[in-house]
């Protein structure tokens, strides 16, 4: 099956840092990803539609500027968010669609990146 | 997208059949059923999609009803492993711009 590596799996800032997160389809390429947040014991919301040569698409709630998408080529999109507080303290999923010979537009998840802020 | 309703939590023992059934009574013409499994601390994994009637693989069954108003997910002899929780999605899976909207998901326990 597809493979889709976010690096990385976890990491612990101070507040007013800015954290990057990678996503990348490694065996197909993914003109649309998506973004997820999950917090502990609950389901993954979706924050945004990230397309590969346009601007992300975001949920309503969702800073853009808190967090901001770059999708630069058809294997990678990353996540980066913006002076980090406690609150944003979570658990970050990416995936994207396999198509073709990877699957029927089945989603692939990354293995989550998990952010504390200190 | 429709909207999906499924046990919150379940309990098994090990080697016993489970069935989590999931409930989409507003499921359009042409929507599939996909099944996901997540881990603590880990990305959802794909089980298993269908359409109509039964879908078998090597991991689960999933069976779909005639009105597919419902599907019931499948996992013969579940072991410890078996242990996490399952969501079950409904929508266009033949579009790839797509997002998936996740429900509350039934978290399956398995005990020795």
């Known amino acids: 099956g597809a493979v889709v590596s976010q690096h990385p799996s976890r990491v612990i800032c101070k507040s007013g840092t800015s954290v990057k997160i990678e996503c990348r389809s490694l065996d197909f390429q993914a003109t649309t990803m998506f973004w997820y947040r999950q917090f502990p014991k609950q389901s993954l919301m979706l924050m945004a539609t990230?397309?590969?040569?346009?601007?992300?698409?975001?949920e309503q709630g969702v800073e853009k500027d808190k967090f901001l998408i770059n999708h630069a080529s058809l294997t990678l999109s990353t996540l980066t968010v913006t002076s980090a507080h406690p609150e944003d303290s979570s658990f970050y999923i990416c995936?994207?669609?396999?198509?073709?010979?990877?699957?029927?537009?089945?989603?692939?998840f990354g293995a989550g990146t998990r952010l504390s802020v200190l | 997208l429709a909207k999906t309703t499924q046990p919150i939590s379940m309990d098994s023992y090990e080697g016993q059949e489970v069935n989590i059934t999931c409930s989409h009574n507003?499921?359009?013409?042409?929507?599939?059923i996909t099944w996901y499994q997540q881990f603590p601390s880990q990305g959802p994994r794909f089980i298993i999609q269908g359409y109509k009637t039964k879908v078998t693989n090597e991991v689960a069954s999933l069976f779909i009803p005639a009105d597919r108003k419902s599907s019931t997910l499948s996992l013969p002899r579940v072991s410890l492993s078996d242990t996490a929780v399952y969501y079950c999605?409904?929508?266009?899976?033949?579009?790839?711009?797509?997002?998936?909207?996740f429900g509350k998901g039934t978290t399956l326990s398995v005990s020795s």
């Open positions: 995936s994207a669609p396999g198509t073709g010979r990877v699957g029927r537009n089945i989603q692939y």
């Open positions: 990230s397309n590969e040569g346009s601007k992300a698409t975001y």
């Open positions: 999605l409904v929508g266009v899976q033949d579009q790839a711009g797509t997002a998936l909207i």
């Open positions: 507003n499921i359009a013409t042409n929507d599939y």
